[in-house]
């Protein structure tokens, strides 16, 4: 990957609406080798998709703690049981599996803390193998995901 391809990818993190045009302007290339630089990293696996970024608040999901998962038993099956149950909760919007204490951190997007509290009753604490669940309030956002630092700017 050379300095023009971590300039797209830049680019294309900042703004993944941009059409090829403007890509190619932006990277100081043609909009034909631009095209092919950007199907290769898409066929390298480099760029995984495109998205919206959206608003939690406006689609009454903007109350979203992180959570830590300690595990009760963690052999082979109960593990791989309740990673498939985590993947396929719609509340569970991101979930890592830890080295060390604690097991797993998620983070939950739900209304309102009353509808967490009924999504950690109801839901959470009934997935198998689970010993401690803990909660983790944001007070505020400090960074928000800019995207992955690509090296675009020590190149230029």
Known sequence: MDRIDRRILHELQRDGRL????????VDLTPSPCLRRVRQLEQ??????????????ALD???????????RHEDKATVADFERQV???PEVVEAHRLFGDPDYLLRIAVADIA????FITDVLSGLP???????????KRVKADQGLPTGADRSR
């Open 19 to 26: 059409t090829n045009a403007e890509l190619a302007a932006r």
């Open 44 to 57: 390298d696996g480099v760029i995984l998709g495109y998205r919206a970024l959206l608003d939690g608040a």
């Open 61 to 71: 999901r903007g109350f979203q703690p992180f959570v830590t998962i300690v595990m």
């Open 87 to 89: 993947a396929a909760l």
């Open 115 to 118: 509808a967490y509290e009924r």
């Open 129 to 139: 193998g689970i010993a401690q669940v803990n909660s983790h309030l944001t007070m």
